[in-house]
Nanobody
Framework: QEQLVESGGGLVQAGDSLLLSCAASGRTLTGNPMAWFRQTPGKEREFVAAIGNRGRPTYYADSVKGRFTISRDNAKNTVYLQMNSLKPEDTAVYYC???????????????????WGQGTQVTVSS
């Protein structure tokens, strides 16, 4: 059964760092393109970063470029989001997502992702 489990969220101060992890399980998810999205109450889910099957290509939202880094360890079936220089506007629930399908590629389009984790809360205080 395909499953994504996020961890690493929490409450931090502006300027701090956090490392989010997303562990994937299930035969169809290992090695697939994956991404991070975030959502705040009343707003649509927002793209943050995406990564291809073997770690490339990577894509970032303009709002996080230069501060966040997405990476993956396929041996551990885990994708990471290193978040540095956090700002209060980064406060959100962060979701890990994976594309299904044999020939899927990384994309920023939320509609293209087939599997989602339960989300992890990140709160940045000013």
């Amino acid at each position: 059964q395909e499953q994504l489990v996020e961890s690493g969220g929490g409450l931090v101060q502006a300027g701090d760092s956090l490392l989010l992890s997303c562990a994937a399980s299930g035969r169809t998810l290992t090695g697939n393109p994956m991404a991070w999205f975030r959502q705040t109450p009343g707003k649509e889910r927002e793209f943050v970063a995406a990564i291809g099957n073997r770690g490339r290509p990577t894509y970032y939202a303009d709002s996080v470029k230069g501060r966040f880094t997405i990476s993956r360890d396929n041996a551990k079936n885990t994708v990471y989001l290193q978040m540095n220089s956090l700002k209060p506007e980064d406060t959100a629930v962060y979701y890990c997502a994976a594309r299904g399908g044999l020939y899927a590629v990384a994309t920023i389009d939320v509609e293209k992702y087939d599997y989602w984790g339960q989300g992890t809360q990140v709160t940045v205080s000013s």
